[in-house]
């Protein structure tokens, strides 16, 4: 039973794998506004429905491991050490974001793509700001309770809300830049390292 589950969940993730790569070429090509989600769904070799059975929308798509992303952050909250600092938590929470979740979104061109679409597409940047939002309600209350002697509810989520700010508008700048995978990992790690830096 355990081994058609993870077969189960291989296919679900080559699904989404190739109707992100999809997306992302037709994207590139045609432009964000001209592609339908029967066109991504047609070129990934899928019908609609297992389109929306993996992504809400056309935006989702660009988003698409957000959501792994923040469980990323949720287990360093979790699991961390004892006696270990809050400073030294973010960093490493940041680096499980940056190496894992980013390995796919920056070498494939996802990360790029977004960072140009967000600049110029509404139902985008709402969708992001929406991803954003969520991503530090999850957060916050998380951090709170891992360390309840230093963080109060507000300052738990002022402290998520510059984290994913400064962390996202390094990404974003450099993305911009044209920077490489490598530069805008470092620009990541640096926006976090200076957030870290102002918790005592």
Same mark, same amino acid.
């Given at each position: ?26 994207? *590139? ?92 597409? /509404? ?24 360390? /309840? ?33 490598? *530069? ?17």
């Amino acid at each position: 039973m355990v081994e058609k589950a993870g077969l189960r969940e291989r296919k679900k993730q080559r699904t989404r794998q190739a109707l992100t790569e999809a997306a992302i070429r037709l994207f *590139e090509d045609r432009g964000y506004d001209q592609v339908t989600v029967a066109e991504i769904a047609d070129a990934a070799e899928v019908s609609p429905r297992t389109f929306f059975l993996h992504f809400q929308t056309k935006e989702d798509v660009l988003l698409a491991n957000a959501d792994v992303r923040v469980d990323l952050a949720l287990e360093v909250i979790a699991e961390h050490r004892a006696g270990e600092r809050l400073p030294d938590v973010l960093v490493r929470v940041t680096d499980q974001m940056i190496f894992n979740a980013w390995d796919h979104d920056l070498p494939s061109g996802l990360a790029a793509l977004r960072a140009r679409l967000a600049a110029s597409e /509404p139902s985008l940047q709402a969708r992001l700001l929406q991803r954003y939002l969520t991503a530090q309600a999850e957060l916050a209350p998380a951090l709170q309770r891992a360390f /309840p002697d230093d963080l109060d509810t507000t300052m738990a989520s002022a402290l998520v809300g510059a984290m994913v700010g400064a962390v996202g508008a390094a990404a974003l700048t450099a993305l911009r830049r044209g920077d490489g995978p490598d *530069e805008v990992r470092d620009a990541m790690r640096q926006a976090m390292a200076l957030v870290a830096r102002s918790v005592t």
